[in-house]
């Protein structure tokens, strides 16, 4: 049977909804939590600070790789994934995916606002209805 998976991703929050399709049509949803913030910028900092900042950056990217990382993991039985949400984290986590040798899984990436709970898991039903 195949696993098919839709992740809304961003990067806070990572929802993913998988759907049997076939005589058993279920539906289960996890979530994953990034449970980190990027810093804001601010222009005019002094050189010495560019050294800490270049190494909260180098932890805010380390932590990104943990965080999709766990979302891969949680997708590592799916035959499909559609990944979707707003800004560049769904993009970044196409990369990482490819990275891990799962990009054949992808079957597209589409830009979305925020989502419900229940708007995603119908978009993706709506998806793998097709």
Do not use: C
Not at 52 to 60: F, M, S, V
């Amino acid at each position: 049977m195949n696993k098919n998976a839709g992740l809304w991703i961003d990067h806070r929050e990572a929802v993913i909804v998988f759907a049997a399709m076939g005589a058993d049509t279920t539906e289960e949803t996890k979530k994953v939590q990034s449970d980190m913030e990027k810093n804001s910028r601010y222009s005019g900092r002094a050189a010495s600070e560019g050294v800490a900042e270049d190494q909260r950056d180098r932890q805010y990217a380390t932590h990104l790789d943990q965080y999709f990382d766990e979302v891969i993991t949680q997708l590592h039985d799916a035959t499909a994934i559609l990944i979707f949400g707003p800004g560049e984290a769904k993009g970044e986590f196409k990369k990482r995916l490819e990275h891990k040798r799962m990009g054949e899984r992808i079957v597209g990436v589409e830009t979305t606002d925020k989502m419900t709970d229940n708007q995603i898991a119908a978009k993706v039903r709506e998806h793998y209805k097709k």
